[in-house]
Nanobody
Framework: QVQVVESGGGLVQAGKSLRLSCTAS????????MGWYRQAPGKQREFVAH???????NYADFVKGRFTVSRDQAKNTVYLEMNSLRPEDTAVYYC??????????WGQGTQVTVSS
């Protein structure tokens, strides 16, 4: 069993910052990628950012320069530092963990609401 738990969401004013955390626990084999997706009301889930086991990062164009993904490999934890938040960043943010030979796991999501 693998558990993926996010934390750090909340309500924030536009222009402010939030930091999300996600920890994977349980029968963890080698982590390939840890990252973040989001889903706004009425929209499909979309990729936000990820970081690979080698430390490479990738970002969606709409967060480049504002969001930073990082990890603590020893703790199987990934972070998403979100700066200069905009109302359009309002969504449920989901953590995504890809394990070698085990597949993909998702967290339950954490709500981020940005007020104008």
């Amino acid at each position: 069993q693998v558990q993926v738990v996010e934390s750090g969401g909340g309500l924030v004013q536009a222009g402010k910052s939030l930091r999300l955390s996600c920890t994977a626990s349980g029968s963890i084999s080698s982590v390939v990628v840890m990252g973040w997706y989001r889903q706004a009301p009425g929209k499909q889930r979309e990729f936000v950012a990820h970081i690979t086991s080698g430390g490479s990062t990738n970002y969606a164009d709409f967060v480049k320069g504002r969001f930073t993904v990082s990890r603590d490999q020893a703790k199987n934890t990934v972070y998403l530092e979100m700066n200069s938040l905009r109302p359009e960043d309002t969504a449920v943010y989901y953590c995504n963990v890809v394990l070698i030979l085990r597949g993909t796991y998702w967290g339950q999501g954490t709500q981020v609401t940005v007020s104008s």
